[in-house]
């Protein structure tokens, strides 16, 4: 007979790893899309000030953490819930489900039909910031990929596609 | 439907891929930490539990792995009982004294009902297995199928040392089907789940008039009906490595069909298939349980089902033919559509499946006799010995019951 | 059979359902250890005589140290906490719930915080701060419609600080529900109408969402047929027992369905009405329907073909190619309302602009409808629906139910 084992399962760095990047990113390029976009603005306009919310995978993350400031700027705000008052909480229940999220092998509508997606805070907030990640989703991927991660691909201006991605992934990338 | 009745399943089922993903988060919710995992020798050998040890990567959580539970299973005829009490005792001591708060099952029933047995010792205390009314929730219990069975481990029973336990609180919290963690069955196997599944899921739709169960019996009959009409249709198959996809995505399915059929089993209901199917295959020895069950189905339908099961027919046939069959030919085309699968069988297997218990070796008389019998009349919960002479000696020659009792 | 690659499906609630149901409320109760209920209750359904039902039916073997009604339309917070008080007091070990969903609500904070020992429901709130299971709850539904005696959630209204806090767990399901049509019996055939749209707008919706499987898919068929099978009959002769309690268990399977399910569009827009023009949910439920379909048609046309067979039975769907049925059951829900419409005397209303306050005046004026649409962006219920839905498609939609007029095809935005 075999004997009894007990084990603790360890860490999947590099998907920990990659993810921390892709929400980096993704956090980065909200911000920026406040800025640039006036549809993002406005959903953050709606919004209280400091009003923060986090997206991330269950139990230790990695999450991202995205708010307004005391003045109303909206701000990434790295990657640690810890440090912050979260009003809002979006969470994939593992880290493998945030992975298949992250590499668009499953979309955010399809994870939350598939009960892999759970809301902490109210309820018309998570719908506004639903629609902006959907906003950042078609400014950062290409659109066969945005296709894959968004319910439905949004008819754009020609500016709104060309001239405001561009500033958006400028933003971004310098974090300004 | 019936002007009363009751169901209860407490089981969630979360069934396909990455389903073990998230159990981390459930056994949370459950405010469990530290689960033990029981699982049986197949299981074991080819150490499925790696698949759920990646599964709980970055979760915090701490898993004890046991070793395999003692075969033949706790529920199965020729027990082992001072093994399973040796294992319960072990795994009681380890589960208390480092601390766990809930219990993975993974395997077949093997596997679960020594779950819930422990989880009656670890819950209630030791004393408790020598028999006790378990009237509250236990620990958390997770129940993960590695492949088709017909016995049912996901019912709300078990037996354990000759001591039968019935409780809602007995069934598992949840069943998680997840494809990565299933062992290839073989075809028999496959078959014989499917045929198990088909008559228990058209016994509970046609004749229990209970919404919610027949809800259950409806996806139960849809599951099954579906893969066994094609491993039927494709029995002939000669490329191994079409046949093994094939099995494959039935397995999926099948599972799904046996964690259901586990849910109608709780004992709140008679299931003659089930009933006089255990007594008649356990006695030949020679035809599994699935397909003496499908071989019962029609008689018993016919008896105490007289016309009023015409809308089993949809769950079995699909919208479209059950659409074209007028409503007074719906009973009778569900028992063609049965029989139909019965002898397509016999005639891709060259005559190998019985159609009738005739044909699976046993005489009339001997039916007749069996009727009587007193162990019967427990079993089938006092079903009038007319009643289950009809059904017998229907069974037997395959002829179709043209003058209902009652 | 649809079978997605990953579903989820649980409903704990035992559900004891029967003209006879009532009476087995003492058996649940011992069989899980309690022995003194209180009766939560609203003052509705006391003034209708639904609570001497229920205690005549418990019979004498059974305390009830106390019965409660004074639980308000929208569930408070410091309700919450002082019939939790009451709870204590008065030495109870178990809640029945007689009532709709504030009453359910209700009792399911008093719950928590006597399941936990607490006199903070704060510390409770979100999704899964519940980690074992609480005492006996037993719901008892007084209308067929709703189906929250098996939902997972509880909302309970803050009204101090003007907020609503959620409450998911799946120790928040009662133990038990049960249906007995005595509770639904004297139901006016127009709210009759209402709840059971209510009820079919749950079960149709849950099979066209995109989290739709099996299982929830089977309980909602069987609503539905129960529904459209009885429905009529019983507003024609509102004393049919075996109707009502077919169509109390349509609810209840209904409500398994979509609470596994999930609800669309309908719901979100329906809910918005109901918030912004207090328009009784049911009627929401059935003016919006069809429109929920017209809408999802080009992303679940399927689905909605496979309605037509609970709908409108095995002869529609023979009489019809299979690439009409989609827009023949939606023809048929557009049908099935004139048809309440009639036999309720106009009181089933089929579209926004006919429903009609107690002093006469317009329920939904036009002008409300760009806030209704506005309201309808912040419910959770779009999720869930198969196509996607901004400002201008919520208000499209409503500006149609208000109008009673098919969606334009040409405006639904196919991304």
């Not at chain 1, 991927?141 to 008819?155: E, V």
């Not at chain 2, 056994?27 to 995992?37: E, F, I, Y």
Request: some cysteine; glycine content about 8%; proline content about 6%.
């Amino acid at each position: 007979m075999e004997a009894f084992a007990e084990i603790k399962p360890g860490k999947r760095y590099l998907t920990r790893i990659y993810l921390g990047i892709m929400l980096w990113f993704v956090g980065r390029a909200v911000q920026a899309a406040a800025k640039v976009d006036k549809e993002v603005a406005k959903e953050f306009e709606n919004m209280p000030d400091e009003y923060t919310f986090c997206l991330g995978a269950f139990p230790n993350g990695p999450y991202m953490i995205v708010g307004k400031d005391a003045i109303g700027r909206v701000r990434y705000k790295g990657g640690n819930p810890d440090k912050h008052d979260i009003h809002l909480e979006m969470g994939l229940k593992s880290l493998g489900n945030l992975f298949t999220m992250f590499t668009f092998r499953e979309s955010t509508p399809v994870a939350n039909a598939r009960d892999r997606l759970f809301v902490c805070g109210d309820v018309p907030n998570a719908c506004a910031c639903v629609r902006v990640l959907d906003i950042v989703q078609v400014y950062l991927l290409p659109k066969p990929i945005a296709k894959l991660a968004i319910k439905r691909y949004p008819r754009w201006s020609f500016k709104r596609h060309t001239l405001d991605r561009a500033l958006v992934l400028i933003r971004t990338l310098i974090g300004f | 439907m019936t002007t009363h009745f009751s169901f209860l399943c407490r089981t969630k089922t979360s069934a396909g891929t990455n389903a073990l993903e998230h159990l981390p988060f459930e056994l949370s919710g459950m405010g469990a930490k530290k689960p033990m995992v029981i699982q049986d020798a197949a299981s074991r050998k080819l150490k499925r539990h790696k698949c759920l040890i990646r599964a709980f990567k970055d979760s915090g959580m701490t898993l004890g792995i046991a070793p395999a539970v003692p075969e033949p299973a706790l529920s199965g005829s020729k027990k082992k009982p001072e093994a399973t009490a040796q294992f319960i005792r072990d795994m009681y001591a380890t589960y208390r004294e480092k601390g766990y708060d809930a219990i993975i099952a993974v395997g077949k029933a093997a596997a679960a009902d020594m779950a819930k047995a422990l989880n009656i010792a670890v819950t209630l205390g030791p004393d408790a297995l020598k028999g006790t009314d378990i009237t509250a929730p236990l620990n958390p219990l997770i129940y993960i199928p590695t492949g088709v069975d017909t016995v049912t481990a996901t019912a709300a029973s078990v037996t354990f040392n000759r001591k039968a336990f019935t409780s809602p609180y007995l069934a598992p919290d949840q069943a998680v089907i997840d494809p990565a963690m299933l062992i290839p069955d073989d075809r028999d196997s496959l078959l014989d789940a499917a045929l198990f599944c088909l008559a228990l899921g058209c016994e509970v739709h046609a004749l229990s008039g209970n919404p919610p169960a027949r809800a259950y019996a409806a996806a139960l009959v849809e599951l099954a009906a579906v893969p066994l009409a094609q491993m039927i249709g494709s029995y002939s198959e000669s490329n191994l490595k079409l046949r093994k996809k094939a099995e494959a995505g039935w397995q999926k399915q099948l599972v799904q069909a046996a964690v259901i059929s586990g849910y109608l089993t709780d004992g709140s209901r008679p299931l003659l298939t089930l009933a006089l199917g255990r007594e008649i295959s356990g006695d030949s020895g020679r035809v599994s349980l699935g397909m003496i069950m499908t071989v019962l189905l029609p008689a018993v339908l016919e008896t105490l089902g007289r016309d009023r099961f015409g809308s089993l027919l949809l769950p079995l046939s699909g919208m479209e033919r059950f659409s074209t069959v007028p409503v007074s030919q719906q009973p009778v085309t569900a028992v063609q559509t049965i029989r139909g699968l019965l002898n397509g069988l016999h005639a891709v297997t060259g005559g190998h499946t019985p159609r009738t218990l005739a044909e699976a070796g046993w005489q009339r008389d001997a039916l007749t006799a069996l009727a009587a019998d007193e162990n019967i009349q427990n079993i089938t919960r006092d079903t009038a010995q007319d009643v289950l002479k009809c059904i017998l000696t229907h069974a037997c020659d395959g002829s179709p019951v043209t003058a209902p009792l009652g | 059979m649809y079978i997605p690659d990953y579903f989820e499906f649980c409903c704990r609630v035992k559900i004891v359902a029967g003209h006879d149901g009532l009476e087995q409320i003492p058996s649940l109760l011992t069989a899980m250890g309690s022995s003194a209920p209180m009766i939560l209750t609203d003052k509705g359904v006391r003034a209708a005589g639904l609570v001497d039902v229920v205690e005549t039916a418990l019979g004498g073997n059974l305390t009830i140290p106390t019965i409660e009604d004074d639980v308000p339309p929208d569930s408070d917070l410091n309700v919450v906490h002082r019939l939790a008080d009451v709870y204590r007091e008065k030495g109870c070990d178990a809640i029945i719930a007689v009532g709709g969903g504030s009453v359910l609500d209700t009792a399911k904070g008093i719950n928590i915080l006597v399941s936990e020992d607490s006199d903070n429901l704060m510390e409770f709130t979100g999704a899964g701060a519940l980690k074992r299971p609480l005492r006996p709850l037993i719901a008892v539904p007084t209308t067929a419609g709703t189906g929250s005696e098996v939902t997972l959630v509880a909302v309970i209204a803050d009204h101090a600080n003007n907020r609503k806090m959620l409450f998911t767990s799946y120790f928040l399901l009662p133990d038990a529900a049960v249906v007995d049509p005595r509770m639904t019996l004297t139901l006016p055939p127009h709210i009759t109408a209402a709840t059971a749209m209510d009820a079919m707008a749950h079960s149709v919706e849950s099979t066209v969402m995109m989290s739709k499987n099996p299982l929830s898919d089977a309980h909602a068929r069987e609503a539905m047929t129960l529904i459209s099978k009885h429905l009529v009959s019983v507003i024609k002769n509102p004393s049919d027992k075996d109707g009502r309690l077919a169509l109390a268990t349509a609810a209840t399977m209904a409500g398994i369905a979509f609470s596994n399910a999930m609800v669309g569009m309908v719901h979100a827009i329906g809910h918005s009405v109901g918030s912004v023009c207090h328009v009784p949910h049911g009627t929401c439920m059935a003016i919006l329907l069809p429109y929920g379909l017209e809408y999802n048609l080009h992303k679940a046309e399927d689905r909605i073909a496979d309605l037509l067979l609970p709908l409108a039975g095995p002869e529609a769907v023979v009489s019809t190619p299979a690439d009409k049925r989609a827009q023949a059951a939606i023809d048929w829900i557009r049908e099935f309302n004139k048809e309440l419409n009639q036999i309720t005397s106009g009181r089933h209303a089929t579209r926004f602009k006919d429903l009609k306050g107690h002093d006469g005046t317009p329920m939904v004026p036009k002008d409300k409808l760009p806030e209704i649409a506005a309201t309808a962006m912040g419910d959770g219920a779009i999720f869930y629906n198969p196509e996607d839905m901004d400002y201008e498609d919520f208000l499209m939609v409503t500006e149609a139910a208000w109008e009673g007029v098919p969606l334009d095809p040409t405006r639904i935005k196919k991304g």
